[in-house]
């Protein structure tokens, strides 16, 4: 009876030991997966996060010299509403084109006059919504709509620069600016008078069916035609 219970005892200290060796490397295993994961949760809502930020993006607009075209100041997305702003605008060559003027939609009921800077380069925008129309989550809101004048043949970009925006909370609203193009292009003069000259039928004279070339052409046609039939006739035969 005491050497089956040493054997007992023997046997339940050798299965004690495999178990004690591996439990400590699963739980270092497990410590090191939680802490994997938490580096990547915490990562994945930074990109979130950053893949999140409103952005504030003017359109793109083609115009001639001389020309205007409008450009709209558009807020993506609102995601806790938007209670104000106030922004500045840039042509990056004001060679190409200008800045005319800018008007605020109607649901903004307390505007600043555009005050736009020497030579139409530059505006600043300044408005709020004190009817608190837009809400949370609201998106495509346009902000303002800007006028813009071209002066010479050429590309340039509308720049933004969100000073401040605010949402209903009263907090500042991180927003991303992303820059319109303007392109202005040359117009041609002179392509109509170019037109009309490439149409042979606007300037050259043509002949009536019964005047005199008109006959004469006719003429020489049934004439071939005739002396071709009878050339072969004439072979047929001698070949016969």
Do not use: H, W
């Amino acid at each position: 009876m005491t050497k089956r219970t040493e054997t007992r005892s023997e046997s339940a200290e050798t299965t004690l030991c495999p178990t004690e060796t591996t439990f400590r490397p699963t739980a270092t295993t497990l410590a090191v997966a939680l802490a994997a994961l938490a580096l990547l949760g915490a990562g994945a809502g930074l990109a979130t996060a950053q893949a999140d930020d409103p952005v504030i993006s003017a359109t793109d607009a083609e115009l001639s010299p001389s020309g205007t075209a409008t450009v709209d100041v558009v807020l993506e997305t609102a995601p806790n509403g938007l209670a104000g702003y106030n922004i500045d605008l840039t042509v990056g060559d004001p060679d190409v084109a200008r800045i005319e003027s800018a008007s605020y939609p109607d649901r903004f009921d307390l505007t600043t006059d555009p005050a736009i800077g020497d030579e139409g380069r530059s505006v600043t925008l300044e408005a709020a919504d004190m009817g608190s129309t837009i809400d949370a989550g609201a998106s495509d809101v346009t902000l303002a709509t800007v006028e813009v004048v071209g002066d010479a043949s050429g590309e340039a970009e509308l720049t933004i620069e969100p000073r401040q925006v605010d949402t209903n909370d009263g907090d500042r609203l991180q927003a991303t600016a992303q820059a319109g193009a303007l392109t202005v292009t040359e117009e041609s003069s002179a392509s109509a008078s170019d037109a009309e000259s490439a149409d042979p039928t606007s300037t050259a004279p043509t002949d009536e069916p019964g005047g005199s070339s008109g006959g004469l052409a006719l003429g020489l046609v049934v004439l071939f035609g005739t002396v071709a039939v009878l050339t072969a006739l004439v072979v047929a035969r001698r070949r016969s």
